[in-house]
């Protein structure tokens, strides 16, 4: 849901910063801003929180050292702090950490699609990831007969299929790092560790 003034009398509204963001309540949803509008999603459902969880654990135990696997972590995609995004997970090199936000590229965003949010993942954030130059953005379908990956890969400013899997099929990744995953594995009952790298 994105907050904007309505109608043509008055000024203009004052674009926000991420400065701003810290007037927010903490009441778990995630506050984002795209051109300096306010962008706010509902806390995660379960099976969402558990994809990011299974994910972030499998992710950082494949890292290699140099890597940083974060839930949740803020990124401001300009200069003048106008346009934030807080993908679901990010893997950045340990040298480009920053704060109080990421202002450096990620070397992986990733997105677990929710019924509200396949729009902005898909297409929106796809955009612009891309264009602040993060060099693998994964999308996560989470549904639950088939759960899938799709990894793109950032070619000439644009993405580019990388590859995708479903079910028990694997994706095997070679960015930011080899990994691989049985997306059934991010969502099934069952020994999910010994079984999420589809061996």
Request: proline share 9%; hydrophobic share 40%.
């Amino acid at each position: 849901m994105a907050i904007m003034s309505i109608g043509k009398a008055g000024p203009p509204a004052e674009r926000l910063t991420t400065e701003d963001l810290a007037r927010m309540p903490d009441d778990g949803r995630r506050y984002e801003l795209a051109e300096g509008k306010l962008d706010v999603s509902p806390a995660p459902v379960f099976m969402h929180t558990l994809i990011e969880g299974r994910l972030c654990t499998h992710l950082a135990n494949s890292a290699p050292p140099e890597f940083v696997v974060l839930p949740g972590a803020g990124i401001d995609l300009n200069a003048d702090r106008t346009r934030h995004r807080i993908p679901d997970l990010a893997v950045i090199r340990q040298r480009d950490a920053d704060q109080p936000y990421l202002t450096r590229p990620p070397a992986l965003a990733v997105e677990v699609v929710s019924p509200e949010s396949v729009l902005r993942d898909t297409h929106t954030k796809r955009q612009e990831y891309a264009e602040f130059g993060i060099e693998s953005y994964w999308i996560v379908d989470p549904a639950p007969d088939k759960t899938g990956i799709l990894a793109l890969r950032l070619e000439d400013g644009c993405y580019v299929e990388a590859a995708q899997a479903h079910g028990e099929d694997v994706l095997e990744a070679d960015l930011p790092f080899p990994v691989r995953i049985a997306p059934h594995w991010l969502t099934a009952e069952g020994d999910w560790r010994q079984r999420i790298a589809g061996e």
